[in-house]
């Protein structure tokens, strides 16, 4: 059974940083493209970063870009989100979630086919 667990977020105040890691179980993880989404109450969910299996392109929000970093290992079939320079509109719940497909960065949450539960992220200005 595919498992996605989210961890990290909490309550930062603005400027400050968040390490969000989400861990894998039940797949072959390096085969996975791995993507980090956000949804704030009343919008939709929206595309963060994304990397492939090995690490070569990563793909990124304009929102995100310059403050935000997507990592993995493979090791530890762990992915990660590091957050610098947050703002209140960083606000949301992040997902983690996993697409098979192996050679694209899809920004689309239909692509993807496994997710986690989320982890909050709150930001005071």
């Known amino acids: 059974q595919v498992q996605l667990v989210e961890s990290g977020g909490g309550l930062v105040q603005a400027g400050g940083s968040l390490r969000l890691s989400c861990l894998a179980s039940?797949?072959?993880?390096?085969?996975?493209?791995m993507g980090w989404f956000r949804q704030a109450p009343g919008r939709e969910r929206e595309f963060v970063a994304g990397?492939?299996?090995?690490?070569?392109?990563?793909n990124y929000a304009t929102s995100a870009k310059g403050r935000f970093t997507i990592s993995r290992d493979n090791a530890k079939n762990t992915v990660y989100l590091q957050m610098n320079d947050l703002k209140p509109e960083d606000t949301a719940v992040y997902f983690c979630?996993?697409?098979?497909?192996?050679?694209?960065?899809?920004?689309?949450?239909?692509?993807?086919?496994?997710w986690g539960q989320g982890t909050q992220v709150t930001v005071s200005s």
């Open positions: 979630a996993a697409d098979s497909h192996p050679s694209r960065i899809s920004t689309t949450a239909g692509s993807y086919d496994y």
């Open positions: 990397i492939l299996g090995s690490s070569i392109f990563t």
């Open positions: 039940g797949v072959i993880f390096r085969n996975y493209v």
